[in-house]
């Protein structure tokens, strides 16, 4: 599959792993407790958007005035994450794939996420030690749908963007790749694999 690639970059959560229901669990929390609407929809359309990035959108979106500072809104909601991963979290049937490709070609993870935290979701489906290399947002300074995070999947790789293929199941993502001037697959449509987050 796609062996005129050189390299091959996912995103974790969605794609790599079925975590939809481990980031849908800690956001109701968060946002309950801090009395931010739930909208199935935006929360759907933000999947891959970094916690605090999708704090700020919330609440212009909702014209909101918060008593709490977004890093508080974060830390909330990925301390949930971190205590309730092994309950929620499985690889998807890339991970034959991503399988099949260790020591033959470099493939990284490009997250929204942030980098401690994909490496234990990685970690708990078995899939860490697959992966050469994992971009968290953390690391870039403007992360999806920006192109950032792919192209420093690339550099790490030694690989230009033009021979990396990215397996991607959100539209932030999705729009990165190809800014990246990477192709991208659109999971969902090319493999059935559907990121159960926020459905109606």
Request: net charge negative; aromatic share 8%; proline share 4%.
């Amino acid at each position: 599959m796609y062996l005129e690639f050189d390299a091959i970059v996912f995103d974790m959560d969605g794609t790599l792993v079925d975590s939809g229901q481990l980031h849908q669990n800690a956001w109701l929390a968060a946002l309950n407790k801090y009395g931010i609407p739930v909208d199935n929809a935006l929360m759907r359309s933000l999947a891959g958007v970094p916690t605090k990035d999708t704090v700020d959108i919330l609440v212009e979106h909702f014209k909101l005035e918060l008593a709490v500072s977004r890093e508080e809104i974060n830390d909330f909601k990925e301390n949930i994450v971190r205590n309730t991963i092994l309950d929620y979290v499985k690889p998807t049937k890339l991970a034959e794939f991503a399988q099949e490709n260790k020591g033959k070609r470099p493939m990284a993870v490009g997250t929204g996420a942030y980098t401690e935290e994909a490496t234990m979701i990685l970690q708990a489906c078995g899939l860490y030690e697959l992966i050469d290399h994992v971009v968290g947002a953390d690391q870039v300074a403007n992360p999806k749908p920006a192109p950032d995070t792919f192209l420093r999947c690339a550099q790490l790789m030694g690989v230009t963007a033009e021979k990396c293929i990215v397996f991607e199941d959100a539209q932030a993502g999705i729009q990165a790749a190809r800014a990246a001037g990477m192709h991208v697959v659109d999971v969902l449509e090319s493999l059935n694999i559907r990121n159960d987050y926020f459905l109606d």
